[in-house]
């Protein structure tokens, strides 16, 4: 079985530092790995996606993320936080279901505060 | 190009009444879902479709719920004799590929308030 772990509910940094969300994942499989961003009131964006290849991934807006199996993880990070980062974001982790698709599983996300 | 479209945007209806929310997917998209978003529950998997096909249904939460999709595009999601416990944003997605780590696009939801 798949699922996902956002280590934090609520990450708050000032305008121009690193930003550093943290997912931790559990799969049977190889699995697909995703970054998603929902901003107030707007659907969800997808920020990036590992799929196999390179292991850091980058996304839009600045954002990457690193597949480190050892250690189960799919950090997202970005070196300067800008205060349109402010927003919810989600991993996901994407595995093979009976009846051969792919299912998304969510963290319960985190949300970003940036403060001038 | 044009994103995942749903309608409507926000829905207001008492407890009892039912209610259908539809999803435009992306043109091509063959594989279609439907989540729930909720506080305290978070982003739940409710359905997805593969044409007009729905094979995995294990998400909806009672049989009170159901969905349908024609030509392998539209769909629209039925919810009976509704209570307040279904107040959620409704989010639907399509992608062209439902396998190979294809991503999900996203509408912007409909938020549902049963009072």
């Known amino acids: 079985a798949q699922s996902v772990t956002q280590l934090d509910s609520h990450v708050s940094v000032s305008e121009g530092t690193p930003v550093l969300l943290r997912c931790n994942y559990s799969?049977?499989?190889?699995?697909?790995l995703f970054w998603y961003v929902q901003h107030p009131n707007k659907g969800l964006q997808l920020l990036l996606k590992?799929?196999?290849?390179?292991?850091l991934v980058k996304g839009i807006n600045g954002f990457e993320a690193e597949f480190k199996k050892s250690e189960t993880s799919f950090h997202l990070t970005k070196p300067s936080a800008h205060m349109s980062d402010a927003a919810e974001y989600f991993c996901?982790?994407?595995?093979?279901?009976?009846?051969?698709?792919?299912?998304?599983?969510f963290g319960a996300g985190t949300r970003l505060a940036v403060h001038p | 190009g044009a994103g995942v479209s749903q309608s409507p945007s926000n829905k207001v209806t008492e407890k009892g009444k039912d209610v259908e929310l539809r999803c435009d997917p992306i043109?091509?998209?063959?594989?279609l879902y439907w989540y729930r978003q909720s506080l305290g529950q978070g982003l739940e998997f409710l359905i997805y479709?593969?044409?007009?096909?729905?094979?995995?249904k294990s998400g909806l939460p009672s049989d009170r719920f159901s969905a349908e999709r024609t030509g392998g595009s539209v769909s629209t999601l039925t919810i009976q004799r509704t209570q307040q416990e279904d107040s959620a944003v409704y989010l639907c997605?399509?992608?062209?590929?439902?396998?190979?780590?294809?991503?999900?696009?996203f509408g912007p939801g409909t938020r549902l308030t049963v009072t």
């Open positions: 997605a399509s992608s062209a590929l439902a396998t190979g780590g294809g991503e999900q696009y």
């Open positions: 799969s049977s499989y190889s699995p697909s």
């Open positions: 590992y799929t196999s290849a390179a292991t």
């Open positions: 996901v982790v994407s595995g093979i279901y009976d009846g051969g698709y792919n299912k998304l599983i």
């Open positions: 043109s091509g998209h063959t594989a």
């Open positions: 479709f593969q044409g007009n096909s729905a094979p995995d």
